[in-house]
């Protein structure tokens, strides 16, 4: 990487990037072979291994040990039973050996080892012996203790998931959750409501609030209320208390009427909740914090807004936001030109992407956590999906427009944000203009943004900027609430340097990340005053009570 000065800021640039496509069509016939030579070495030297270790296997000399939090195996059988010892040994070498392929091949870019390494998973993951009923000691079990009742149970459970989910196994018993009642329940108001998002003020519980308000822009893609789940597990909830005067945007969820809304579209909002949080708050500046696909918006309306001359906000902090989409991440998995064509036609025709299809795409990425995990529990155990908050939000999905999701294919498939030719407000994109001060949280579990393309994207802003990693994955460490023993993050210099740089100069906290922004975002939203006791202004009144009638749809 090289390096510029912008504005007297230090300015990481990535070296220039090829495409797959470019890389392929460049490797000349020797280069090929070459490689193929290679592979076929290495392909005999791990069969020569699996070989060795089933031979071990055989003949019970093997210490071959399920990864520490691997479920499937926990059953004493697969310990103590000969049989079934050797079966899971065996089963476990060659996954392995066959997933470690990914790796060891020499492949032209890192999408198609992304590919391969998807293909791979795929494969062993469904040949697992957990999900059949022979290869299952815990579901025989269950059958002959239950006189054959759990296999009649999941019998049903299968037969309602072919009719009504697709063929799926349904991942949350959601009955006992609702929005408004016992999820989404942190008092506010909504104060302002336009064809593309509601807007919702929260009630102060602090006698005073800063004079500086907070707008959180959260993904188009899942409906708010992740980040308001139960009480004390709720961040929107922990930022009012924090004496913020907190706002969030509700995103419609969107018909197919709505397939021209593109990230235009969706950048003004942004700027238009903007204007209407700084009114509420008597013209004071707004800090603004967005989360995965919503930080990408706001980053892109933003981004705007510097270029016609004026940032419209004081700070910026985003969480699990991605910008720079050439960087290795298991969603290269679904890059291949072909396909990203057949999806691409499929949301035109319907006018927008379906929350099925995407949820569908994210299970398979973690297939033996959400699709056999649920086959097992549902159909071998006979047992309900387990009922849990997030899961429940995870299955009230929302669609996405036809304009947006080809937009996003295009920065999926050719980073067309920060290499170009793409523009939002017929604004090109140059985050190094963006200099208001700026935070950054990334996960290390992240499947989805992985934490290094997180610190990318951070390196591309200008202005002084915080980096700050969570432990746990994508949606798990933005509700990582302060009553999780587990939670803990890393804080360290700017993020100027290399990302392993970064983690090796950072230290550990035990604890969320909340409180460490909560602190950040404090210090620049301004001196105390006397908490609003109205929600709204004259001209942006209550419309209704929160979560307001959008996050219904």
Request: hydrophobic share 40%; with cysteine.
């Amino acid at each position: 990487m090289s390096k510029k000065r912008t504005n007297n800021q230090l300015i990481v640039v990535p070296p220039p990037k090829t495409t797959p496509d470019k890389a392929t069509r460049k490797e000349s016939l020797f280069a090929r072979l070459a490689r193929l030579a290679t592979n076929s070495a290495r392909v005999v030297a791990a069969s020569a291994e699996l070989t060795s270790q089933l031979a071990s296997i055989g003949v019970g000399t093997s210490k071959i040990e399920p990864e520490k939090g691997d479920r499937r195996f926990t059953h004493p059988a697969w310990r103590e039973h000969p049989g079934y010892r050797r079966l899971g040994q065996a089963y476990l070498a060659w996954s392995r050996s066959v997933n470690g392929l990914a790796d060891r091949l020499d492949t032209p870019d890192w999408r198609t080892r992304e590919q391969l390494r998807f293909a791979l998973d795929l494969w062993t993951s469904a040949a697992a012996p957990t999900n059949t009923l022979l290869g299952n000691p815990a579901a025989l079990q269950k059958a002959f203790d239950s006189g054959g009742t759990s296999l009649l149970r999941g019998s049903k459970n299968w037969l309602h998931d072919v009719l009504h989910n697709r063929g799926m196994p349904t991942q949350v018993d959601a009955s006992g959750f609702k929005v408004g009642e016992n999820l989404g329940v942190t008092p506010g108001s909504v104060v302002y409501r336009c064809e593309v998002f509601e807007l919702i003020e929260y009630h102060p519980v602090t006698a005073t609030v800063r004079e500086r308000p907070v707008l959180l822009v959260p993904p188009m893609i899942g409906k708010y209320y992740f980040l308001d789940m139960a009480p004390g597990r709720s961040f929107i909830e922990y930022a009012v208390s924090r004496g913020l005067h907190f706002f969030t945007i509700s995103w419609r969820n969107p018909n197919p009427e709505h397939a021209a809304w593109n990230l235009d579209t969706y950048a003004a909002a942004v700027l238009e909740a903007l204007e209407v949080v700084r009114e509420i708050a008597d013209g004071a500046e707004v800090n603004a914090h967005g989360i995965c696909a919503g930080g990408f918006i706001l980053s892109a309306a933003l981004n705007h807004s510097v270029a016609q001359g004026k940032c419209p906000v004081n700070a910026a902090s985003f969480g699990v936001m991605l910008l720079d989409f050439d960087n290795p991440m298991p969603l290269g998995a679904f890059s291949p030109a072909p396909l990203l064509k057949l999806v691409r036609e499929k949301s035109a025709r319907a006018g927008v992407m379906s929350s099925s299809d995407m949820a569908a795409a994210f299970a398979w990425l973690r297939p033996n956590d959400l699709v056999w995990n649920y086959w097992h529990n549902n159909y071998l155990m006979g047992e309900l999906p387990p009922a849990i908050d997030v899961m429940a939000w995870n299955a009230d999905g929302t669609r996405m427009p036809a304009a947006l999701h080809s937009q996003f294919l295009d920065v999926f498939g050719d980073n067309a944000l920060v290499d170009g030719p793409l523009t939002v407000l017929g604004s090109p994109f140059e985050a190094s203009a963006i200099d208001c001060d700026s935070y950054f949280m990334a996960a290390e579990g992240d499947h989805v943004t992985p934490w290094k393309g997180c610190y990318q994207s951070a390196q591309l802003f200008g202005g002084e900027r915080s980096f700050v990693l969570s432990n746990a994955g994508h949606i798990a460490s933005l509700i990582n609430s302060l009553s999780n023993p587990k939670s803990r993050h890393f804080t360290g210099p700017a993020p100027t340097v290399d990302a392993d740089d970064w983690l090796a100069q950072a230290s550990e906290h035990s604890g969320t990340w909340w409180t460490h922004w909560a602190d950040w975002v404090t210090e620049r939203a301004g001196a105390e005053r006397t908490a609003p006791t109205v929600a709204g202004r004259k001209r942006h009144a209550e419309l209704e009570p929160a979560p307001g009638r959008y996050v219904h749809e």
